[in-house]
């Protein structure tokens, strides 16, 4: 028991902006004990969102001088205030990750305000000018490797149907679904992906009933976009289906049914923050990138991807890679026919446009409400 | 027989074992004390044996539980957080339990109360800043009350029992509000999380002077000694409770029960949409699907163990807040899951129910008539 480390608080809150740079640009290494927190909103080894950022904590531990502590199911109210408070006052964090979306604003951002000394980095929201400096928002561009999932999906599929269990229509998950079937259309011009959202990011029996469902109809590959994607996964590859993972490597969960998936790539840029930050590098407010900036990444193919579609997909992976690759280029009508990127139009990963995403592309039977 | 003790400060100078008269007017009371406190106390130890299977230290467990609930006065303040919607929504059940009605639908009232806070501050955006928070608390009181007084009246009217309406009816709001949150009364500002647009800073009731507390511990304690008096000492509180010990010998009297139902229920539902309405003025500052994170399922817990007692109602909260509260910190410190401090809540409540057989049975506590 060390009761020593409450009597600390004072003492770090005083020397916060020497432990770890900050906007202010602080000039120190990492401290001897640099403590980092971590919040997940669900289980840590849920296979899917929050694994992958637990993975990326794991990846801090490993690096001398650094302390992680972390806390799970953590609820998108003042509880996660309190969290943070108490991993600040009681624990000596000094960097800290609340991973989940809804941790952002208000949550987030007022923690920001109260110890402007202490660094804020939240995945998936999107910081403002208005925002304080000290508070940071980096997430990854995870529809370039869903697009690498269609192309694997498009020449694996004998039905030509696939599937996409879905949380909610909003922009992050439609552009997936449209990234995966503007994949799969590149290997099976006929292609086309049904999609069920099943209205919350946890809904573990609509998401098996989603997947029975779909795989009645006739699809054969499936992926998702879901907080947990092992139910779709295990039910999935039951029912004699392929799938594509997401999030996580859910390989491990149906070995023979596994193609491939869009994986987060935490375990490369937390420690990547972690040096930036001890190097004296500010690290910006507003943090993006895709398969080229190493935040995300495609899982390993499994054995049933022929060489047909590791070649097409790998060329593509590699065009992405280089930055010379895109996805959403024009002409592009959605499902109801209207033309939504024009001929000649091309938008980049990073077009504030598909930050906004509200349609679905031709190909894909469902509809956004 | 008479009793010459006047009262408790006599009662304190004569010894209580001596004195028969001094245990028959306050055993009941000790009892109340007494019989909770022992099953809190076996259950901490049972709680104790469970860590101690998986190799930590119970005396460490013990440490950090005081530590991160009561500890400090950061620890004092994370748990009163935690407490101050469980009063509220503990109300919600322990008030229709003075009729013997078992309601366990608080989470839909906050809901709604939430829904309707927010929608009167949104089309008051002009009024001043207190008239704006009197509404919302009126309208959130009004709309939870109307939510649960619906499952009272199904009871009355229908014959539908109030436990199973009033659970169904938390769907029902949840889906009322995901369908308002995700479609008409949607911040089209808010892509990735559907929510309405925000209440305004000025608004926002804020918290207790000096403290990180927002007065929704305030307004518990008001509703739970508010309570209290209705029901222990007023005419309307002791026909409640008649009611609840015999319906038909009430009906027989005179009582009109289905009144009293009807009553009781609505102010059960206003306590939770008062709930409903705190988080979103003091925390959220907006309706989304933050707001369901459980408190009114918590709630039931509180009031079970208080033995619904309105009074009871406020320790047992603060209870059960310090230990999510502290929870953080076993998960920190210790490495247990999450799902460990749901184990100790479950014993608990395994615990004070049993403690239930004893009461009236402790020889020593009855004296002698």
């Known amino acids: 028991m060390d009761i020593g480390r409450i009597s600390r608080r004072h003492l770090l809150q005083g020397s916060a902006a020497l432990t770890l740079g900050t906007a202010f640009g602080a000039r120190s290494a990492v401290a001897a004990e640099t403590t980092i927190g971590f919040i997940y909103v669900g289980s840590r080894d849920d296979y899917g969102y929050n694994q992958a950022h637990a993975q990326g904590a794991a990846a801090l531990k490993k690096l001398p001088g650094l302390k992680v502590v972390e806390e799970e199911k953590v609820a998108e109210t003042d509880a996660v205030e309190k969290t943070m408070e108490s991993m600040i006052n009681l624990d000596g964090a000094t960097l800290l990750f609340p991973t989940s979306f809804g941790y952002y604003n208000p949550h987030m951002i007022k923690m920001a305000n109260k110890f402007p000394k202490l660094r804020f980095e939240h995945c998936g929201g999107l910081w403002s000018d208005k925002d304080p400096k000290n508070a940071g928002s980096y997430f990854g561009y995870i529809d370039e490797a869903q697009y690498i999932s269609g192309i694997v999906a498009g020449y694996s599929t004998k039905t030509g149907k696939l599937g996409f269990v879905a949380a909610k229509p909003i922009p992050q998950v439609l552009r997936n679904i449209n990234a995966f079937t503007l994949g799969a259309k590149l290997a099976n011009p006929k292609a086309t992906t049904q999609v069920i959202f099943t209205g919350d990011w946890s809904m573990p029996v609509k998401e098996a009933e989603a997947t029975n469902s779909l795989i009645d109809q006739g699809v054969d590959v499936l992926t998702c976009h879901v907080d947990g994607p092992k139910t779709m996964v295990e039910n999935a590859a039951r029912r004699g289906a392929m799938v594509c993972g997401y999030h996580v490597n859910q390989s491990p969960l149906a070995p023979k049914a596994y193609l491939t998936g869009a994986e987060w790539n935490w375990e490369a840029l937390y420690p990547k923050f972690v040096k930036m930050i001890a190097a004296g590098e500010a690290i910006p407010n507003f943090y993006r990138g895709g398969l080229k900036e190493e935040i995300v990444k495609c899982s390993p193919y499994g054995e049933v991807v022929s060489a047909e579609a590791r070649k097409h997909a790998d060329d593509i992976k590699a065009k992405l890679t280089s930055g010379d690759y895109v996805i959403f280029k024009g002409p592009i009508t959605d499902n109801k026919g209207k033309t939504v990127i024009a001929a000649g139009t091309e938008r980049g990963q990073k077009d504030p446009e598909l930050e906004k995403m509200d349609y679905l592309v031709e190909g894909v039977i469902g509809a956004t409400s | ?369």
């Open chain 2, 1 to 369: 027989m008479t009793s010459d003790v006047a009262d408790p400060a006599d009662a304190a100078a004569i010894s209580p074992a001596a004195d028969p008269g001094f245990l028959q007017r306050y055993g009941g009371t000790i009892e109340y004390i007494l019989i909770p406190g022992a099953a809190l106390v076996g259950a901490l130890g049972v709680f104790g044996i469970f860590v101690a299977l998986f190799g930590k230290s119970p005396l460490d467990l013990y440490f950090y539980m005081y530590q991160g609930a009561f500890g400090t006065w950061f620890s004092w303040q994370n748990t009163l957080t935690r407490a101050a919607p469980l009063i509220l929504t503990a109300l919600c059940t322990a008030l229709p339990a003075q009729l013997g009605m078992v309601i366990i639908g608080g989470e839909g009232a906050l809901l709604i109360g939430a829904l309707a806070a927010t929608s009167v501050a949104l089309v008051m955006q002009s009024a001043p800043p207190l008239v704006v928070q009197l509404a919302m608390v009126a309208a959130g009181m009004i709309g939870g009350g109307l939510w649960i007084m619906l499952a009272g009246g199904l009871r009355q009217y229908r014959g539908v029992n109030e436990t199973i309406s009033s659970l169904l009816l938390v769907y029902i709001a949840l889906a009322i509000l995901n369908h308002l949150v995700e479609g008409m009364m949607r911040d089209p500002a808010s892509l990735n999380k559907p929510s309405t647009r925000e209440i305004g800073a000025a608004n926002m009731i804020g918290t207790i002077p000096g403290t990180d507390v927002h007065w929704g511990l305030v307004f518990g304690v008001v509703a739970a000694v508010a309570s209290y008096i209705l029901i222990y000492h007023t005419v309307f509180g002791f026909a409640a409770r008649v009611a609840g010990g015999n319906i038909r010998a009430a009906k027989i009297v005179g009582l009109s029960v289905g009144k009293l139902i009807l009553t009781i229920c609505f102010l059960a539902g206003a306590s939770a949409g008062l709930a409903g309405m705190v988080e979103v003025a003091a925390v959220q500052g907006r309706t989304n699907a933050n707001l369901a994170a459980g408190y009114g399922f918590t709630g039931i817990l509180v009031a079970f163990l208080a033995r619904q007692n309105p009074l009871a109602v406020i320790p047992v909260a603060i209870l059960l807040g310090g230990i999510s509260a502290s929870g953080g910190l076993l998960q920190r410190r210790l490495g247990l899951p999450d799902a460990s401090v749901q184990v100790l809540q479950g014993i608990i409540f395994v615990f004070v129910l049993a403690s239930d057989a004893l009461y009236g049975r402790i020889g020593f506590l009855k004296g002698k008539s």
